[in-house]
């Protein structure tokens, strides 16, 4: 399989998670979206020029990263979508919540504070902290009674959020909410997490300028 991504960006982390808790091998492809040369080139691979890309068996591409978990719950162990449907559709459900209304808000806030104070666009800006704040209630909730996203075990819904908090340390501070912060530890403490938080560090830094990934 080959694996079309980049460690800085936040989809792709949410698969690369997923990839290290099945110990799933595959070959590495970085893409440098910042280089429009590199961009050209890999629209030839995906038109739509997103990362990450799966290639399976050289022509197969599955792109999307809910997509990819999917297909590799198909090949490898273990399960991140499990249980009877009622708990597969609550999987896929906060595997969408996670991404679109917290991690996509978090990458907004984060994108419009590297702009000069003129440039930025405050409707967005507001409308990703009002779903930033929704999504931190509503899991401040659901942890506190539970461990993971979706009870005891560990499920796309996390992989989902992983990214999410990762750069949320950053443009969204959770550290008002003990059961956030309690999960946020906890995921970190998982070695497929810390493998690809300590792979993306260096491009953070990079990128940021500073010692945002610390
Ligand atoms: N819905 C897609 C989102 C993928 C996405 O937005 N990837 C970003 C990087 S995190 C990207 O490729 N950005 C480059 C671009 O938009 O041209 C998924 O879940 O894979």
Redesign the pocket.
Known sequence: MKFYY?PI????Q?VLVAMYEKGVEFEPHIVS?MDPEKRAEYREVYPM????VLIVDDDHLI????TIIEYLDGIAEPKLIFGDPEQRRKIRFKDRMF?LYLNDSV?TLLFQSMKPESERDQERIDTSKFRIDTMYGFMEHELSEQPYANGDDFSMSDCAATPALFYAQRAAPFNDYQHISAYWDRLASRPSIRRVMSEAEPHVKAFMGDDAAA
């Open positions: 980049h960006s936040s989809y792709c949410k979206l020029g997103k990362v990450p792109p999307e990263s809910t991404d990458s």
